[in-house]
């Protein structure tokens, strides 16, 4: 059985399991702690390369790192499904993987810098251990957690001019290139519309079936002036979720440990 580590947040973690989903690749789930987590993850992986951040797929004798490369041994492990890495799609995948790349730092840089703002989304961001009449008086250690993130990523010191200068552009860009096809690719689904549609997270969450997030979370992933002036791609990308994407289990969804995901 594999094992992916990861956060239930992330963009990164949603294109690894929407691609192990896509080829029926079985694993259990473990939700990462920022911060506590980093000693335990590399823990877990005293014999492979020292793993700095999630995704993460673990193996008996193999460690994966990255929704890429996770995505790409998927390929390898599943059977049946229709290929997510056609070689006529590979220069369309490598180009919007960098391009997502770009935009998923913004978004993470927006969010965390929304959520020190936002001390209902700081105490839904703590771990679940923690019971709800100390997460008020634990927000402290929930900001230093997301302060965490931030230097450890280094987050861009001003998102809404990020957002400004690369992610409309790019948004922009995808709308010229879809020109109100379902898909990027005449062939039809692959990791190219997975990668690209990953982009619109903090425009608008996808809907609760396919990302659960408390309310307070969902709040400061949603960025309205985004929403509003991409509602053409929020649609496409809500079609490419029906038809393509399985909800994973609940309990997968929530951050608990699950013995299979879809």
């Known amino acids: 059985m594999h094992t992916l580590h990861g956060l239930g947040v992330s963009g990164w973690t949603e294109k690894a399991r929407w691609a192990l989903s896509h080829h029926g690749v079985a694993y ?3 939700e990462h702690t920022p911060l506590i987590g980093e000693l335990a993850l590399r823990w877990r992986t005293p014999n492979g390369p020292r793993p700095t951040t999630v995704p993460l797929l673990i193996e008996d004798a ?11 041994r998927a390929e390898e ?3 049946g499904a229709p290929p997510l890495f056609p070689a006529s799609a590979l220069p369309t995948i490598q180009r919007w993987e960098e391009v997502g790349d770009h935009v998923l730092r913004i978004a993470r840089a ?14 839904e961001s703590l771990p679940p251990f923690i019971p709800g009449f100390l997460r008020a008086v634990s927000r402290p250690t929930a900001r230093m957690g997301v302060s965490f993130l931030a230097r450890k990523h280094s987050a861009v010191a001003d998102p809404e001019a990020a957002i400004r200068d690369t992610a409309i552009p790019a948004l922009e860009r995808l709308r010229a290139e879809l020109r109100g096809r379902p ?5 039809g689904f692959t990791y190219a519309d997975i990668t690209a549609c990953t982009m619109l997270q903090f425009a608008r969450p996808v809907d609760e079936a396919w990302w659960p997030l408390a309310p307070a979370t969902r709040e400061v992933w949603h960025h309205e002036s985004l929403a509003a002036a991409f ?3 929020l649609e496409w990308r809500a079609a ?3 038809k393509h994407r399985r909800p994973p289990p609940r309990a997968l969804a929530s951050g608990t440990n699950s013995a299979s995901a879809a």
């Open 77 to 79: 492990l599943g059977s």
């Open 231 to 233: 509602p053409d791609l």
């Open 62 to 72: 193999r460690v994966t790192m990255g929704s890429f490369n996770i995505a790409r």
């Open 110 to 123: 927006s969010v965390l810098r929304r959520m020190l703002d936002n001390p209902r989304a700081l105490d």
């Open 240 to 242: 490419l979720y029906e």
């Open 28 to 30: 259990r789930y473990r």
């Open 183 to 187: 898909y990027l690719m005449d062939e």
